[in-house]
């Protein structure tokens, strides 16, 4: 059989990551409060929240990452300031990821966008370096641009899911199609690529937002890489219980 570089993520072939690289992407003023603002706090829900892995960039895990669950680092970012097509660029090596700790590393790719040929280009090269390190290399695929007009259609995310296997992902982290019917067609697209569902802003209730993860497990998905539904929850560690059985039961 294959290797299986997400093999430090996994537990039964499942997993749950925790996102933290909200505060470039959206800005803090946007996602944070007092609380959630110290990525130390984060660092704790991480590991007393049973999660199998927890997502920085660099500078974060430069200060605060603590080695008690597996890292992986963000390689490329953009902030929330640009207007046009998006792109987002790397401001991390893979070797640098390495010496931080990292277990795998994470790259965003705005599919459909005007720029995407760089960011393609950028993961190529990133993808090469993490294997040969032994790392998985992670695209987070976001089909977004003027082309785009239904980020979360059955199609749409299927391309997502595919390019990543194309671009020869070990896992894609794609978005919810809003049932386990249509997400299946992306899990048979990616044809063996680990599928993470992104979470999304909080959803409005915690039925919500788990029935999207039992959807996602359904529909024969690996798992979740979420943020803000578990640290801007009231209590996390309760919501990261409740994962945990969505997930693994
Ligand atoms: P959330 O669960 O908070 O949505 O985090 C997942 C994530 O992919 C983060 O890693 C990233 O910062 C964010 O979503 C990007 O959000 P957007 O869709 O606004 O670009």
């Known amino acids: 059989m294959r290797h299986e570089r997400m ?35 984060i660092m704790d829900i991480a590991s007393k929240g049973g999660f199998c892995g927890v997502i920085f960039q660099k500078g974060v895990a430069e200060r605060y990452y603590d080695g008690k669950v597996p890292l992986m ?31 795998g590393v994470g790259y965003t790719i705005y599919l459909g966008s005007g720029k995407e040929a760089k960011m393609f280009s950028e993961f190529g090269t990133i993808q090469e370096e993490a294997h040969e390190r032994g790392l998985p290399a992670v695209a987070w695929i976001y089909p977004r641009g003027e082309s785009v007009q239904n ?14 296997l194309e671009l020869g992902a070990d896992a894609v982290k794609i978005k919810y199609t809003g049932d386990p019917e249509t997400f299946s067609w992306a899990v048979k697209a990616a ?18 937002f788990l029935r999207q993860v039992r959807g996602v ?10 943020g803000r539904n578990v640290w801007q ?8 219980e409740k994962l945990r059985k969505a997930v693994f039961d």
Do not use: W
């Open 73 to 103: 680092i963000k390689l490329n970012g953009k902030s929330a300031l640009p207007k046009g097509e998006p792109i987002s660029s790397q401001v991390c090596s893979v070797e640098q990821a390495v010496s931080l700790g990292a277990k």
């Open 191 to 208: 044809a063996g690529v680990k599928v993470f569902m992104s979470g999304g802003p909080k959803a409005p209730t915690d039925e919500d």
């Open 151 to 164: 980020d979360t259609s059955k199609e749409i995310v299927a391309y997502a899911a595919r390019a990543g």
């Open 7 to 41: 093999a430090p993520f996994l537990k039964d072939g499942k997993s749950m990551l925790l996102a933290y690289d909200q505060g470039l992407e959206h800005g803090p003023s946007k996602d944070f409060d007092d609380r959630n603002i110290d990525p130390a706090f």
């Open 217 to 226: 497990m359904q529909a024969g998905g690996t798992g979740v890489a979420v």
């Open 233 to 240: 929850h009231q209590e996390p560690l309760g919501i990261a």
